[in-house]
């Protein structure tokens, strides 16, 4: 049965949105998820280097997989291939798609039940199984929407992560950690719809991109000059493009119940909030009240959040 996936809001005579999706998972070879890829979807098979192939001319565009450690385009010799191969239970093979609309998001939430039919094995399989689903939404167009997703995001998250749990592995890993306190807190206080802004008040919290919601194309995108002051210890290795990077949902591909909806479910949940002017002013005055408590805690504040979300109508 094939999921429906809403389309993510869109102004008023802009185009309809689309998402590059990235999914993480061990169980298979790359050569075999790429020849089931063909097999599902159509194309043709190219070798783009070791362990990276491209499914191209696929119903879904061209779609990359690899083996998704940096060592796979270093020269090794044997020794290197003998320890991709045993690491092959804890790197994980990473699916790559080229942006997507929420119908084609349909079609590849059916290869991954496929998938999983093969023996493809998520994060719950193992103890260091700390595998991912990553979206990358592209911006709406409207700066006003953007501004006030990022500012959702940030008010949303411990929230996010109470009610999607994050893998323990994952959480241990230094790739999905929360944004600091202080960010939400200025972000809360300053409500800013311009991303100049948002990016300044950002590297002055925090510059990595280890967070379930990683800005840094998004800001190298909107103002390349600021970007490469603000963020020097990038050196030029990030890539601007006018789409969130967001990092947080968990891949338990395996669990025949788990599907990319809960992924999409997530994010929807974020720019839902976002249109809501009232619920988002409410949440920021929450925000602002709990900064003067210094006990407070990211459980307390995730409560408030719910019983917020709730008094709104959106689901919790």
Not at 83 to 106: C, F, H, K, S
Not at 116 to 130: H, I, K, M, P
Not at 134 to 148: K, R, T, V, W
Request: include cysteine; hydrophobic fraction near 40%; glycine fraction near 8%.
């Amino acid at each position: 049965m094939t999921i429906t996936f809403e389309p993510l809001p869109t102004p008023a005579g802009g185009s309809a949105r689309k998402t590059g999706i990235e999914i993480e998972f061990s169980g298979l070879t790359e050569a075999r998820c790429a020849e089931i890829v063909q097999r599902e979807l159509g194309g043709e098979i190219e070798t783009e280097g070791t362990h990276t192939y491209r499914v191209k001319g696929s119903a879904l565009g061209d779609v990359r997989v690899e083996l998704d450690i940096f060592l796979r385009n270093k020269k090794g010799g044997r020794w290197l291939e003998n320890g991709l191969d045993l690491a092959r239970n804890v790197v994980p093979v990473e699916i790559i798609t080229e942006p997507l609309t929420p119908e084609q998001i349909g079609a590849l939430d059916a290869l991954r039940a496929v998938l999983r039919d093969e023996g493809a094995a998520g994060s719950t399989q193992g103890v260091f199984l700390g595998f991912g689903v990553h979206l990358n939404p592209a911006l709406s167009g409207d700066a006003a929407h953007d501004c006030a997703t990022i500012l959702a995001y940030g008010l949303l998250e411990d929230y996010l992560r109470e009610r999607y749990p994050i893998d323990t592995t994952r959480r241990l890993l230094p790739f999905v950690d929360p944004w600091p306190r202080a960010l939400v807190d200025r972000l809360a206080e300053v409500r800013s719809t311009d991303m100049s802004e948002i990016m300044e008040i950002y590297a002055g919290e925090t510059t990595s991109r280890n967070h379930g919601l990683d800005l840094l194309p998004v800001f190298k995108d909107a103002a390349p000059d600021n970007f490469d002051k603000s963020f020097k210890h990038t050196d030029g290795h990030v890539s601007g493009r006018p789409a969130f990077h967001v990092r947080l949902p968990d891949c338990r591909i395996d669990e025949e119940s788990w599907s990319l909806k809960e992924a999409w479910n997530m994010w929807q949940t974020v720019e839902r909030v976002a249109q809501n002017r009232a619920l988002m002013d409410g949440l920021c005055e929450d925000r602002l009240a709990l900064k003067e408590r210094f006990l407070a805690t990211r459980g307390s504040w995730s409560q408030t959040v719910r019983t917020r979300l709730g008094n709104a109508g959106e689901t919790v």
